[in-house]
């Protein structure tokens, strides 16, 4: 019987094991290199090659194939956190490479800026309500370029999660010049201009989500109706999508036209959250924590069809298993026929196959586990994959 998955099946398999490479990091301090060792189409193993430390409490991890570095963004307490940089060597072994220090509480970072977009370096720290941006290389007595501070008159609909502002991420739009500042406690989604020689951030007029929403991550799409949009929204555990315009007074300008559930026909509840939005080809994905769709400490994937010949509209399809409790995190890779998506409880890297011309994710590839398991509604298990490439 043909396979499902053609890219896996006929491609990737041409030697006897094809095998990839992802960095996993858990709360509790360790970063680690996997090895994903593929036998056929839907079935493989992976295993722990490597481990390190050096950044304490690991949110986000950012990798940068240009040095052979991974960027780890620490959420540990204020005052004595770390920005660190991991060398790779040619088996994505990864060994202390710099480190500076932080405020800490940061739950994202990213790389912008200068000549090459990776000359500086920005972080999004959740509860000091603030980004912060550094100039690379990072050493000890790195010092921030910048930090920007947020408030608010009055919490928003959920005081519980929106006592104030609570910036989840920081990354550039298409043409690099700007950054977006999903701020889950404000609802909405700050814009800032870069000046690409000295790092410095100039504030945009902000775009807002429905009220509730807590907007978390978002990524661009070109369509052919225009570039849009996308923000997953933790609090509502919904997606939005905006259509995006530059605007004569050299800004980027976020237009909500559609947001939808993740959990297709109901709105999510108060113990449920969103937690990632990815896109491949004309497939959205988001993540969904806590919802245990598919069994005791399973949770789902929702996949969503875009219209990228028009409008970008979103048409919810399903909820796949994620093989996870609290999956916070994952990640498509490249070729688009592998899914990493990370368990935070249950501390567990599980990869599946996704058909690219379906959008639908296949079997159960590989799982691991990374323990200690996290607790429930814990800051702790697994926080992060991403894969080398």
Not at 215 to 239: I, Q
Request: with cysteine; charged share 20%.
């Amino acid at each position: 019987m043909r396979s499902s998955y053609p890219l896996v099946a006929s491609g990737l398999l041409a030697s006897p094991a094809f095998a990839a490479k992802l960095i996993a990091s858990h709360f509790s301090g360790p970063v680690y290199t996997l090895d994903l060792a593929l036998t056929n189409a839907t079935s493989g193993a992976l295993k722990v090659t490597g481990q390190t430390t050096g950044c304490k409490m690991p949110a986000w991890l950012t990798v940068d194939k240009a040095s052979d570095s991974v960027f780890c963004f620490d959420e540990s307490g204020f005052g004595g956190g770390v920005l660190a940089q991991f060398a790779a060597d040619d088996q994505a072994i990864l060994t202390p490479k710099a480190s500076a220090p932080t405020q800490g509480n940061s739950v994202f970072g990213s790389l912008y800026g200068g000549d090459d977009d990776r000359s500086f370096v920005i972080t999004a720290e959740y509860s000091p309500s603030t980004i912060t941006t550094y100039k690379l290389p990072l050493s000890a007595s790195s010092k921030p370029v910048q930090k920007l501070s947020f408030t608010m008159a009055q919490p928003g609909p959920r005081p519980d999660r929106q006592d104030k502002p609570h910036p989840h991420a920081a990354f550039l739009d298409p043409t690099k010049a700007f950054l977006v500042v999903p701020d889950l406690g404000a609802d909405l989604t700050r814009i800032f201009r870069i000046n690409k020689a000295t790092g410095e951030l100039t504030a945009c007029p902000t775009a807002a989500s429905l009220a509730g929403d807590g907007p978390r991550h978002g990524e661009f799409l070109e369509t052919k109706g225009g570039l849009r949009y996308y923000t997953l929204n933790e609090v509502a555990s919904s997606v939005g999508l905006y259509n995006v315009t530059y605007t004569p007074d050299n800004c980027l300008a976020l237009d909500l036209v559609q947001t939808l559930s993740t959990f297709g026909d109901r709105k999510g509840l108060t113990t449920e959250k969103a937690a990632e939005l990815r896109i491949a080809g004309e497939y959205l994905y988001a993540s969904n924590r806590n919802d245990q769709k598919f069994g005791k400490e399973l949770d789902s994937l929702a996949i969503f069809k875009l219209d990228v010949a028009g409008s970008g509209a979103m048409t919810f399809q399903e909820l796949t298993n994620s093989h996870g409790y609290f999956p916070r995190p994952f990640e498509i890779n490249k070729a688009g026929d592998l899914v990493a998506i990370g368990g935070q409880t249950t501390a567990n890297v599980a990869v599946v196959a996704r058909d690219a011309a379906t959008g639908k994710l296949g079997p159960l590839v590989a799982n691991i586990n990374l323990p200690p398991r996290g607790t429930y509604m814990g800051e702790d298990g697994l926080s992060a994959v991403v894969w080398y490439e």
